[in-house]
């Protein structure tokens, strides 16, 4: 690795070694479309989604998206504030889906009566979504696409 002075910026980046003599990333632009350590202020936070609205998976096993704001949630040791909607207990009245049968689950694919430790912390896998624009065009083919192209041929 090469620590590298950035004279237009004025900081230090970080160089990874591709090989022999040549280094990838030499400046923070060439991981962005804008330079924005020029600008004055930086961007608005993009708003997040809060439709409610189940998102479609892209792929099997995907973790289902998070269709509302989470903002202040407590998720730690001491509570999780997802399961006051999403437990067992709570979809009846809140109407919410249950969390998959597999967050029971031990790593030996024992059942227990509450939720696994391994799977007690939410956003390890499940996010919410934000209105942004995205940094560099999507170019994922779903395996829905993939077959249907496969028949067509």
Known sequence: MKLLKLASAGILALSVLVGPGV??????????NDDILTQDAAPAMPKVVNSDERQVRNY???????????????VDKNANKCMTCHSRTAVEQSQAPMISITHFMTRD??????????RYFCTQCHVPQTDSKPLIENEFIDVDSVLGAAVKK
Not at 23 to 32: C, L, Q
Not at 64 to 69: D, E, F, G, V
């Open 23 to 32: 280094y990838a990333a030499d400046s923070i632009s060439d991981m962005r």
């Open 60 to 74: 099997p096993e995907q973790p289902p998206l998070i269709p509302h704001k989470i903002d202040g949630y407590q």
């Open 109 to 118: 694919n024992q059942f227990l009566a509450s939720i696994s430790p391994r």
